[in-house]
């Protein structure tokens, strides 16, 4: 995470720049920020290091598999044949997109390596299944053509949205979603504290000659996580921090975490978002300490989010996000260290949270948590135990039929195939 402008010590600065996605940032800058919007308090769960106990499921359900380099994100096509994962840029990698070809039991293949500008984090294929979008760490996105990726075309890079025509412009890319008409574009940018919106339909209309970028939406401190609602009224966007004065006293009292403060979850009109990009906050509130990862459920009912620093998952209802945000919280769920990367399975029945332990907490280890959805929802023991992971579980996609998770394992270098048809 970078900070943009807000005072703080070099010691603190030089700390934080490696809290979410260990990409080399550039130097702190000068700029007023916009104005954020209101926050509101759900009573939610304070930071802790208090992973939950759990059984140990079966290790036969999951399955290891080297890749060349550190692993962000990884996205599967709708018929199931290809799968892409993103390598992140910085140290000895050298970043880009792995094309996979599936593999059946054998779990995908590496077929080709694809350089994308600036390297990958995370990504999102459009709802027409044509184009990949991968987060640049700079102020946009990559555009890759799916059939080039799959074909190793030459020209796969169609393209990048980069963000605006400020002279601060924007830093930090690291996630990205798209509307559900395929027509805009949206990027968190964790070092600017704002979303990023493109007109993704004008941008491939003029072959990349416009950026397509139509403005920022203002968040919280070091924005990350990005849900579209299936009815595609409404973006959800995890912000690591409220203010930049609850991150430094984190910081001064020595939270193992250097995010450990409280964060929020933002509720986001996408129409107000594609025209007026400032005004397209509906609500904020406190979603736990470092919320990072968001999904919704099939039926936009209920959004969940994983707070990092407090070792929990955060059910939420999407309705009262909008209409009554302090009474918004409906389950929470203790988990294991860290927790990341989630994804719905089962039909939505079960969900798998990426425990990353990324901070190496003493006693701790990355895993797998199984959660019960209907259980947790009725104030039941939800915890159906953990599943083995490599080292830093970070980020998940269901391959097409549900029966199979892909699961990148940043910091052990692997790509984890989960059998998810027989969970607890």
């Known amino acids: 995470m970078r900070l943009s402008w807000r005072p703080v010590t070099a010691a603190m600065a030089l700390a934080l720049t490696a809290c979410t996605s260990a990409a080399p940032h550039s130097a702190l800058a000068s700029h007023a920020a916009p104005a954020r919007p209101v926050v509101s308090s759900v009573g939610g769960p304070g930071c802790s290091s208090a992973a939950a106990p759990g059984r140990q499921l079966p290790a036969g359900l999951a399955r290891l598999s080297n890749v060349p380099d550190f692993p962000f994100d990884v996205a599967v096509t709708a018929d199931g044949r290809w799968s892409f994962v993103s390598f992140q840029p910085g140290g000895s990698g050298q970043g880009g997109l792995g094309v996979f070809a599936d593999a059946g039991s054998a779990g995908p293949r590496l077929v080709r390596r694809i350089m994308v500008p600036a390297g990958g984090l995370g990504m999102t294929l459009t709802p027409d299944g044509r184009h990949l979008l991968v987060a640049d760490g700079g102020s946009g996105a990559a555009v890759v053509s799916v059939p080039g990726a799959e074909h190793g075309s030459r020209n796969a890079v169609l393209g990048q949205l980069t963000g ?8 930090g890319a690291i996630e990205v979603a798209v509307s559900r008409d395929g027509r805009f574009a949206f990027v968190s940018l964790e070092g600017s504290d704002e979303i990023a919106v493109f007109n993704l339909q004008r941008a491939l209309a003029s072959h990349f000659h416009a950026s397509g970028f139509v403005g920022d ?9 990005l849900a579209v609602s299936p009815d595609g009224n409404w973006l959800y966007s995890t912000s690591e921090a409220k203010s930049y004065s609850e991150l430094r006293n984190a ?73 009554d945000p302090a009474h918004s919280l409906i389950a929470r769920v203790a988990v294991g260290e860290a ?5 719905l399975v089962d039909g939505g029945q079960r969900v798998v949270v990426a425990d990353s332990n990324r901070f190496g907490q003493p006693g701790a280890r990355s895993s797998l948590a199984v959660v019960n959805v209907p259980a947790a929802l ?20 269901l391959e097409p039929g549900g029966r199979v998770l892909l699961v990148t394992d940043f910091a052990s270098q692997q790509l984890e195939t989960v059998n998810v048809t027989n969970l607890p």
């Open 164 to 171: 605006g025509t400020s002279a601060r412009g924007g830093s």
């Open 217 to 225: 939406v203002p968040t919280r401190v070091a924005p990350v996580g």
């Open 378 to 397: 009725a104030h039941r023991p939800p915890l159906a135990g953990y599943l083995p992971a490599g080292g830093f579980p970070r980020q998940m996609a």
């Open 339 to 343: 927790p990341v990367g989630l994804a």
């Open 251 to 323: 910081f001064r009292s020595g939270q193992r975490s250097l995010t450990g403060a409280p964060g929020t979850l933002a509720v986001i009109s996408i129409h107000k978002a594609e025209t007026d990009p400032a005004h397209a906050v509906v609500s904020t509130l406190v979603a736990g300490c470092s919320p990072v990862r968001v999904v919704t459920s099939a039926s936009g009912q209920t959004v969940w989010v994983t707070a990092r620093a407090s070792d929990m998952l955060l059910g939420f209802s999407a309705s009262r996000l909008r209409g």
